[in-house]
């Protein structure tokens, strides 16, 4: 057998349509520097149905959340500004630390994907032509 | 194009086709290219004892590609490679096979067309007739080129681990007595991690229970190296019956790929000067020796 590995868990026969999709920021959320200089998102949090008396009354609800991004998180939130595509974000983060393109499209998707889930960024996929 | 070298099979492929996927195994195995958006390109090996009759298995694959599907099916040729090519879902694939004597690998050369590039049969001939074996070397070491390391190891030694991350490759070659270990690494987002200087860094890269037996700086083609040795203390039974092992190392940032670059030997002490040195390049007049 041979010990086959790869530079990721998902490979696909192609990429080319998540590369296209465009990403922008949660028009939500509100932005600010903390004192290092770091990007703080905070992001309203949906009130769930079940909270409401008496529920509410022991379990707390916290209307916003905070999420602190890194430099690395942080330039890559800039570039998700509604214009620029997966692809060319990619290729910015690749120019920005002189990685190859795969280098690069690996570390950017895997934080586009936590940073949808954190509700962040939204993507916007286009359709297939 | 650039030049990959993989457990002696040597290929060039455009710049921008990027190995994805890898075999470590030397006897059976595959690399796989891709360029932005889709592999491209793959390149299996065996090895086999006997020279096989390439004509007559070409025949035999494409009888098996038709009865699996193929579409507009037909011979391919380039000597001395032979295959196969047609229409596999919205894919044009070209499948070649050669088998080089020397290591008595079989090499099946794959190309992946997809529907909105023309298929180039003079591009395959460029990239089939880049295809080489190395042959074995005098003084037992091996070229490996891949993932922006460029280095030469001990062709008995085998490729233990492969770590192919993001800005962090480190390649780890071991004996099969696993005595002697070899590692090639190129790190990069120098920033986010090396917050001391790199002779104090390589010192984090020492094995548990050896001690530093000495450092050195030195300046190669604008290069700041930082170099070390160490060895095991106290010495252990196994190395009353094997010898006592000593570690090597060498690191430093390439000013033109803004990457860290490190090589490391364990080796026996006994044969540390015996042995041909094996050696790291990052770039144009630059390389380390161990």
């Known amino acids: ?129 | 194009m650039r030049q990959v070298v993989w457990n002696a099979i040597e290929v060039e492929l455009p710049d921008d086709w990027e190995l994805l996927q890898f075999s470590k195994d030397a006897s059976y195995g595959r690399l796989a290219f891709a360029d932005r958006y889709q592999f491209r390109f793959e390149l299996d090996w065996t090895t086999i004892s006997l020279p096989p009759d390439l004509e007559r298995m070409a025949s035999d694959y494409l009888s098996k590609l038709k009865e699996d599907g193929l579409e507009e099916p037909r011979k391919c040729i380039h000597l001395p490679w032979r295959g196969a090519c047609g229409k596999e879902k919205d894919n044009l694939v070209s499948r070649y096979t050669n088998y080089y004597p020397g290591r008595g690998l079989l090499l099946e050369a794959i190309f992946l067309w997809p529907d909105q590039k023309k298929h180039s049969t003079s591009f395959e001939a460029k990239v089939l007739d880049s295809i080489a074996v190395a042959p074995y070397r005098e003084d037992g070491l091996q070229h490996w080129k891949a993932y922006g390391l460029d280095f030469i190891v001990k062709e008995e030694h085998y490729l233990k681990q492969l770590v192919a991350e993001p800005g962090n490759t480190v390649f780890t070659f071991r004996s099969q007595n696993k005595r002697e270990v070899e590692t090639f690494a190129r790190l990069g987002f120098l920033d986010s991690w090396l917050n001391i200087p790199v002779q104090d860094w390589i010192k984090s890269r020492i094995p548990e229970n050896f001690t530093i037996t000495s450092t050195n700086q030195q300046e190669t083609s604008g290069h700041q190296v930082s170099l070390l040795s160490a060895k095991r203390s106290p010495t252990v039974l196994v190395d009353w019956i094997w010898g006592t092992r000593t570690f090597l190392a060498a690191a430093w940032i390439c000013p033109k790929q803004e990457k860290l670059f490190l090589v490391t030997k364990l080796t026996p002490s006994n044969k540390k000067n015996k042995q041909p040195p094996i050696s790291l390049t990052c770039c144009e007049d630059m390389e380390i020796s161990l």
């Open chain 1, 1 to 129: 057998m041979s010990d086959t590995k790869q530079l990721e868990n998902d490979s696909p026969t192609s990429w080319k349509q998540m590369l296209q999709a465009v990403m922008t920021h949660n028009i939500a959320a509100d932005t600010h520097l903390n004192q290092e200089g770091r990007l703080v998102i905070t992001i309203k949090n949906r009130k769930p149905g079940y909270l409401i008396p008496p529920i509410s009354w022991v379990v707390h609800f916290s209307p916003t959340r905070q999420i602190t991004l890194d430099k690395i998180g942080t330039d890559i939130w800039k570039w998700c500004d509604g214009k620029n595509t997966v692809e060319a974000i990619v290729d910015n983060f690749k120019d920005a630390h002189k990685l190859t393109f795969h280098e690069a499209r690996a570390s950017v998707v895997d934080y586009l994907k936590k940073l949808i889930q954190r509700g962040v960024v939204a993507v916007i996929i286009q359709e297939k032509t």
